[in-house]
């Protein structure tokens, strides 16, 4: 492969996921990429960043902690950090695509109004990621 995506935390990040600490996240996170890298050790690595999550009231949860004590800003900024540190290149659509989905049109652009893109907006995702590779 000379191309690999890596997106996780969104499901870390929420209550009773068991996940622990934003520490726990990371670790794992550092510890899966290097045996990305190391299997496939001329692949250019992809981190993306987890998409705006809503909690059940429509509240942004981007400052909102969880029961672990760590915001999903947190951990956006984390993962951030330990993708740039591991030399993958950061995919992060509230830069290049801040318009895609947003606190305005998150029922719309959201099947279940909380995480889950409606595949209109998964597609919008993919080419606004597929411009940006591009560039």
Known sequence: MNLIF???GTNDYTNLSGSGSLHNVIRHLYRDVLRIKAINPNAHIYGILPISRYDELGENRQNMFNQYGYTYGQLREAEAKTYRKLGA??????KFAPNIITDQNKDLT?????????AQTAQKLGYALAEELAK
């Open 6 to 8: 890596v997106h996780i």
């Open 89 to 94: 290149t950061v995919i992060n659509f509230q």
């Open 110 to 118: 959201l099947q279940d109004h909380e995480i889950h893109p409606t």
